[in-house]
């Protein structure tokens, strides 16, 4: 499997300071990260920063045991999962996620002017014969496969709640005034629930992962025509980039796109 990656973060028009984070493959680890942070006083960009380097310093520093990853299942990492990850791979790519969430929540204890910091995190961990997908509040992975733009992950947020508990339909949702409010984040508790999956590749998907400062700003149809009209991916990630600060910017944005060659 190859994998091509790019990736692109900007301020949007109505913030003063790009709060979000990223990482993406560039020939090593085939890993890719998108966080979006939250908090006053900049800690927002702080959290973001630090969720994406301790994930990939955790990538680098680790050398994948499956008894070792087994015995911290047993231990702790996983205490309330409805399901624990049955793939050593799946493991790593969660305990790196909660890491990061201890790393930030002991930060935001000892500064009390990051008190709150926290950040949704979205990351991308390719193998062979797919991705494990791991995820924590409404940062989003897409896949554009034979044509069709599917979600892959489900957002920990307010107004997602309200859907599945049939208070608001999807039609709702634009006018819906708490829909930026997440129901979980890395760093704002000492242990949180990372939600993981795997998805099988095929010769030539491309995988989005985004910040809601995109998915607030261009509708899926949108996104779909302009992943549809690029084969560059440089290219598609800039137009998703000014096609979400056209509609008005009103976050930062981040997109990152990996596409797999299995040929």
């Keep these: 499997m190859r994998l091509i990656c790019a990736g692109i973060t900007d301020v949007g028009v109505?913030?003063?300071?790009?709060?979000?984070?990223?990482?993406?493959?560039?020939?090593?680890?085939?890993?890719?990260?998108?966080?979006?942070?939250?908090?006053?006083?900049?800690?927002?960009?702080?959290?973001?920063?630090?969720?994406?380097?301790?994930?990939?310093?955790?990538y680098r520093d680790t050398v994948l045991d499956p008894e070792d990853e087994a015995a911290a299942v047993r231990s702790r990492f996983w205490p309330w999962r409805k399901r624990k990850p049955d793939n050593s791979e799946e493991r790593r790519l969660v305990q790196a996620i909660l890491c990061a969430n201890k790393a930030i929540y002991d930060a935001s204890e000892k500064n009390e002017g990051s008190k709150g910091m926290g950040t949704t995190v979205v990351a991308a961990?390719?193998?062979?014969?797919?991705?494990?997908?791991?995820?924590?509040?409404?940062?989003?992975?897409?896949?554009?496969r034979h044509g069709k733009l599917e979600l892959l992950t489900e957002d920990h947020s307010l107004a997602n709640e309200y859907v599945r508990m049939g208070i608001l339909s999807p039609a709702d949702l634009e006018h819906f005034p708490y829909k930026n409010v997440v129901t979980r984040a890395c760093g704002l508790a000492e242990e949180v629930e990372v939600e993981s999956n795997f998805e099988a590749s095929e010769d030539g998907d491309i995988y989005?992962?985004?910040?809601?400062?995109?998915?607030?700003?261009?509708?899926?149809?949108?996104?779909?025509?302009?992943?549809?009209?690029?084969?560059?991916?440089?290219?598609?990630?800039?137009?998703?980039?000014?096609?979400?600060?056209?509609?008005?910017?009103?976050?930062?944005?981040?997109?990152?796109?990996?596409?797999?060659?299995?040929?």
Excluded at 33 to 49: I, L, T
Excluded at 125 to 133: H, K, P, Q, R
């Design 14 to 58: 109505a913030r003063d300071h790009n709060e979000d984070d990223f990482y993406l493959s560039q020939g090593g680890e085939p890993l890719c990260v998108v966080a979006d942070g939250m908090g006053g006083h900049r800690s927002g960009e702080v959290a973001s920063a630090l969720a994406v380097e301790t994930i990939v310093q955790y």
């Design 208 to 263: 989005l992962l985004c910040s809601d400062g995109l998915t607030d700003c261009v509708p899926d149809v949108d996104i779909h025509r302009i992943l549809m009209e690029h084969d560059d991916l440089d290219d598609a990630s800039a137009v998703l980039v000014d096609a979400a600060n056209r509609n008005g910017g009103t976050d930062n944005i981040t997109v990152i796109l990996a596409q797999t060659l299995l040929a």
């Design 125 to 144: 961990y390719f193998v062979e014969s797919g991705l494990y997908i791991a995820h924590i509040g409404d940062s989003r992975t897409y896949r554009l």
